[in-house]
């Protein structure tokens, strides 16, 4: 199965561990702001009012590059290491606003948005890491069958028509 967006069947993946986090993590309209490291502050105001534009590859097809973009409202922290993306995915004839509790590792100070095994109904297992540095991502995902890599830059949303 090829993924018509990358980040698609992340953020989808993503989705179905709502309903297990629902009574953990508060709803987007309700996070509470958290203290941050100056790391954290800077991730967060990376990820915030910006469209992740770039282009991903599949394993059967590395040469060919297909375009990807996402738009993410704002990332909050949670607790420990999950934090909210209230992302905006259009896909079709979707077009949805959801939050999405994703867990952040640090490598030092890089943040990885990581996911292992994660199961979709109808979809799949996915694991992925995606690295930000800066003003740009880059990253690894894979659907047990399928994946492939995906880069790309952040750009501000007022800024993304440019």
Same mark, same amino acid.
């Given at each position: 199965?090829? !993924?018509?967006?990358? @980040?698609? !069947?992340? @953020?989808?993946?993503?989705?179905?561990?709502?309903?297990?986090?629902?009574? /953990?993590?508060?709803?987007?309209?309700?996070?509470? &702001?958290?203290?941050?490291?100056?790391?954290?502050?800077?991730?967060?105001?990376?990820?915030?009012?910006?469209?992740?534009?770039?282009? =991903?590859?599949?394993? /059967?097809?590395?040469?060919?590059?297909?375009?990807? #973009? =996402? #738009?993410?409202?704002?990332?909050?922290?949670?607790?420990?290491?999950?934090?909210? %993306? +209230?992302?905006?995915?259009? =896909?079709? /004839?979707?077009?949805?606003?959801?939050?999405? &509790?994703?867990? +952040?590792?640090?490598?030092?100070?890089? &943040?990885?948005? #990581?996911?292992?095994?994660?199961?979709? &109904?109808?979809?799949?297992? %996915?694991?992925?890491?995606?690295?930000?540095?800066?003003?740009? =991502?880059?990253? #690894?995902?894979?659907?047990?069958?399928?994946?492939?890599?995906? %880069?790309?830059?952040? +750009?501000?949303?007022?800024?993304?028509?440019?």
């Amino acid at each position: 199965m090829k !993924p018509v967006v990358l @980040l698609l !069947p992340v @953020l989808l993946l993503l989705l179905s561990s709502i309903g297990r986090c629902q009574e /953990d993590s508060p709803r987007a309209a309700e996070v509470k &702001p958290q203290p941050l490291t100056p790391a954290e502050q800077a991730f967060a105001e990376t990820l915030t009012g910006v469209q992740l534009i770039g282009r =991903y590859t599949t394993w /059967d097809n590395v040469d060919e590059l297909q375009k990807d #973009t =996402y #738009t993410l409202d704002k990332v909050a922290k949670l607790q420990g290491d999950l934090w909210m %993306f +209230v992302a905006r995915i259009q =896909y079709g /004839d979707h077009d949805a606003k959801l939050p999405l &509790p994703l867990s +952040v590792q640090w490598a030092g100070d890089t &943040p990885v948005i #990581t996911l292992d095994k994660l199961p979709v &109904p109808g979809f799949g297992t %996915f694991s992925a890491r995606i690295v930000i540095h800066g003003d740009q =991502y880059a990253g #690894t995902w894979d659907g047990g069958d399928h994946g492939g890599h995906m %880069f790309g830059r952040i +750009v501000p949303i007022a800024n993304s028509e440019e």
